[in-house]
Each structure stands twice: as structure tokens, then as C-alpha cells.
């Protein structure tokens, strides 16, 4: 267990809606780092926050977007969703500072139908 | 981000030492080696990383090299359980991991 909690685990929805998805940071963590993997691109990194403010982006779509709340943890939004956005998310955190390992969660798997 | 190079796939037997290679040619002089695995679908999974100096911790142990472009994980004595796709990373840290297609490491009974 990392200590990184990821809900839903399961989502399905059809095409056009909107979804949330949530993380929670391991107690202490700063920084959280969202990635997308899917069958034909493997693991892309998407966006990351430190301590609620966006701190790097990576090739996040602009239909997805993301924040970081007071309490640390993180809300991935999708939406317009397309058949393409089927995969799993995963967050990982870290302490934030120089040098932390990103320990991830356990995922959200994505069905877009 | 330096890139790293890793064989698509290897075969270990259960109870032998898996140990699986990585080249990073161009990797930076702050730039650390880190190392994932991912068993299935689950969350890639922290193993183990370094700097310049050989590191063990209860997972694995992680030999660099003197000029530092490349690396070895040990797996000292591989079970079923590590079955999986290992990632070689390097990274400054504190920033967006780069994963490659890594390592499907087999272990056969």
C-alpha cells in the first residue's frame, strides 16, 4: 500500500459526459502528479500541482483539467469525453522538495462507451 | 530527461537472481536512476533508486556503473510475484516521470 488513494476505481460513462476523478496524497505530500495510461501510449505524464498551484504541464488536453485543494488532495476533471479518453489514471505524490520519490495510487480505470 | 534503453522482455527462473539492465548514454550528472515496476494493471511500484553509489534496500539491489551510463536491478532471489514490467528512469526529481516501454520480466516456475 503506497498511501496514495485514488477514487473511483471503476468508471463508466458514454461519450460527451464529464467525469471526476479523485486522489488523495500519502499524509505530508505536497506535490501530486496525474498520468494516463492507455493501450497505445503507455504512461503519459499529464499535469502536475504543488501545494494547489500548477506546477508543470505535460500534454494534458484541453478538455481535461485539474486542481489542487487546501486539504492537498487532487480532482482530475475530463470532459467532452471521446472513445480515446478509455484508461486508466493514475496520481502519484511526493514530498514536493528536491529528490522525492513519486509513490502512485492504485488507479482509476476509465471505460468510455 | 535523459532516455533510457531496456530489453523488451526477459525470462528468469524462481529462485534465480533476475537482473535486468538499463543504458542511459547521455544521463546528467544530477540526474538520478530510479526504478519502477508495474505488475498488471496495477499503480507502478517504487523499488529502488540511485545516484552514483551501488544502493539494496528489501526489494532490490541497484549496481550503476563508474561512468554511470548504465545500470543493473537485481532481483536477488525472484519469485512468481515479480512478475512484471519494469521501468528504468531517470529523472532530477521533484518533476514528471518519463516512462519508457521498460522490461517485461517473466519468472517461470
Redesign the interface.
Known amino acids: 500500500d ?1 498511501g ?1 488513494t485514488q477514487t473511483p476505481k471503476h468508471l463508466i460513462t458514454a461519450t460527451g459526459q464529464r467525469v471526476t476523478l479523485r486522489c488523495s496524497p500519502r499524509s505530508g505530500d505536497l ?1 501530486v ?1 496525474w ?1 494516463q ?1 492507455s493501450l497505445d501510449q ?4 499529464l499535469i ?1 500541482y504543488y501545494n494547489g498551484e500548477e506546477r ?1 504541464k ?1 500534454n494534458i488536453l484541453e478538455r481535461f483539467s485539474a486542481q489542487q485543494f487546501p486539504d492537498l488532495h487532487s480532482e482530475l476533471n475530463l470532459s467532452s469525453l471521446e472513445l480515446g479518453d478509455s484508461a ?1 489514471y ?1 496520481c ?1 505524490s ?1 514530498g ?12 482509476t ?1 476509465l471505460l468510455v462507451l | 530527461d535523459a532516455k533510457t534503453t531496456q530489453p523488451p522482455s526477459m525470462d528468469c527462473a524462481e529462485g534465480r537472481a533476475a537482473n535486468l539492465p538499463c543504458n542511459h548514454s547521455t544521463i546528467s550528472g544530477n540526474e538520478y536512476v530510479y526504478w519502477y515496476r508495474q505488475i498488471h494493471s496495477q499503480g507502478p511500484q517504487y523499488i529502488i533508486h540511485g545516484l552514483k553509489n551501488n544502493e539494496t534496500n528489501e526489494m532490490a539491489s541497484l549496481i550503476i556503473t563508474e561512468d554511470r551510463k548504465s545500470s543493473t536491478l537485481i532481483l536477488p532471489h525472484a519469485t512468481l510475484r515479480d512478475t512484471a514490467v519494469y521501468y528504468c528512469i531517470v529523472t532530477r526529481g521533484a518533476q514528471k516521470l518519463v516512462f519508457g516501454q521498460g522490461t517485461r520480466l517473466t519468472i517461470n516456475p
Open positions: 503506497s496514495v506535490s502528479y498520468y495510461q503507455g504512461l503519459q505524464f502536475q508543470a505535460g486508466l493514475f502519484a511526493s514536493g522538495t528536491y529528490q522525492e520519490t513519486q509513490y502512485f495510487g492504485p488507479g480505470r
